[in-house]
C-alpha cells in the first residue's frame, strides 16, 4: 500500500479496461490526484488496483466529454481539471458506498450496540440522513463523507482548495439550505 511520502504503486493506462482513449491531459490530471483518490476511496473499494480502474474509467468519461464540448480553437470547458477528475471520482465512489449493502452478523451487532439500542431507530436515522443528503449538492455530499470519515476541517478544506473555516461555512450554509427545502417540503398547502 502506499504511503504519502511512497510514489503509488500503480501507473495508469492511456486507455480504461472499456477500451476509452484517455487524453494525455487528463491521464496528467488523474495521475496528479492518483495518491489523494487513493487516500479517499482505499477503505471503501478495498484495493488500490479497484481505485486505479475506477480513475481510468472516470478520466475516459471525462476525456469523452472534453471532446464533445470542446470545438477546435475555443477555450477547455473545464479550468481545473485535476479537480473536476477527483470530484468525479469521489462521486463514483460516493454512489458505490451508498449502494454497498451492509451485512452484520447477530453476535457483531450485540457487540456495538447496547441491548437497549434499537436497530429499527438506526436504520431510519440512515434513511433519513440519505434523503437529506439526496437534497444536497455534491460538494455538501462530499464534505460530509470526508467528516464521516474523521476528516478535519483543515484537511477538507486543502482537498478543495480553500481554508478550514470557508469548508466549515459553505457546509454549514448548504446544510441550512437543505433544510429550508425540507421544511418546505412538509409545510400544509
Not at 453476535?107 to 441491548?115: F, G, T
Not at 440522513?129 to 476541517?153: K, N, P, V, Y
Request: hydrophobic share 40%; net charge positive.
Amino acid at each position: 500500500m502506499a504511503t504519502k511520502s511512497s510514489p503509488a504503486p500503480y501507473r495508469l493506462n492511456s486507455v480504461d479496461r472499456h477500451g476509452r482513449q484517455i487524453d494525455p491531459a487528463v491521464l496528467a490530471a488523474a495521475e496528479e490526484i492518483f495518491p489523494r483518490a487513493l487516500d479517499y476511496s482505499l477503505n471503501v473499494l478495498g484495493d488500490s488496483a479497484v481505485v486505479a480502474n475506477m480513475l481510468e474509467e472516470v478520466a475516459a468519461r471525462t476525456t469523452q466529454l472534453l471532446k464533445a464540448k470542446d470545438p477546435p480553437g475555443e477555450p477547455a470547458p473545464i479550468h481545473n481539471l485535476a479537480a473536476y477528475v477527483f470530484r468525479a471520482f469521489a462521486r463514483d465512489v460516493n454512489r458505490l458506498r451508498s449502494k454497498q449493502l451492509v451485512l452484520v452478523s447477530s453476535s457483531e451487532a450485540s457487540q456495538e450496540l447496547p441491548r437497549w439500542t434499537d436497530p429499527s431507530r438506526q436504520l431510519m436515522i440512515k434513511i433519513l440522513t440519505d434523503e437529506f443528503l439526496a437534497r444536497c449538492d455534491s460538494a455538501t455530499q462530499d464534505m460530509f463523507a470526508l467528516r464521516m470519515q474523521g476528516f478535519s476541517w483543515d484537511e477538507i478544506g486543502r482537498m478543495n482548495g480553500i481554508s478550514a473555516h470557508a469548508a466549515e461555512k459553505r457546509f454549514s450554509q448548504a446544510f441550512r439550505r437543505a433544510l429550508g427545502r425540507l421544511k418546505m417540503l412538509k409545510r400544509p398547502k
